[in-house]
């Protein structure tokens, strides 16, 4: 027997939040065709700060955010070429579900969109609808 899972509607875009980095209301992308998720960053540094390796990241709200809970991972670009990235994990909040997740640190800045959101958080939380948008996760 199979335990049923209340799951959430979804559109193709939604406003999402990130609450650990106070970064609220980004416009993201639901893409089933990628398998993970991106966030727009304006500038990444790797330093050493009190001799840790930190990374320091301005994501659109401008402040410099620091994380020394990273690894670097290739990632396959929207081009189909693969780059490394950094990724780091934190929460993420579509609708009223806050899920933690990794999400990969990019430059989209040439692209829509600063937060693409992929499958692997979308599996077994999600439904999504792609003639919808700005839903606000739904409960179904």
Known sequence: MTKMHSLNLI????FVNFPLLNIEQLVAKIDTGAYTCAIHCK???LKIIEKKETLC????DDKIHYFTDFF???IK?????????F????????????IKTSISLTDRASMKYPVLIGRRLLK???IVDVNLIYTNGIII
């Open 43 to 45: 500038q990444i540094d």
């Open 11 to 14: 559109g193709r875009r939604e």
């Open 124 to 126: 077994g939380k999600f």
């Open 57 to 60: 990241v301005k994501f659109l």
């Open 77 to 85: 670009n929207s081009f189909s070429e693969m780059e490394e990235r």
């Open 72 to 74: 670097k991972k290739k």
């Open 87 to 98: 990724v780091i994990k934190t929460i993420i909040q579509v609708g009223q579900k806050k």
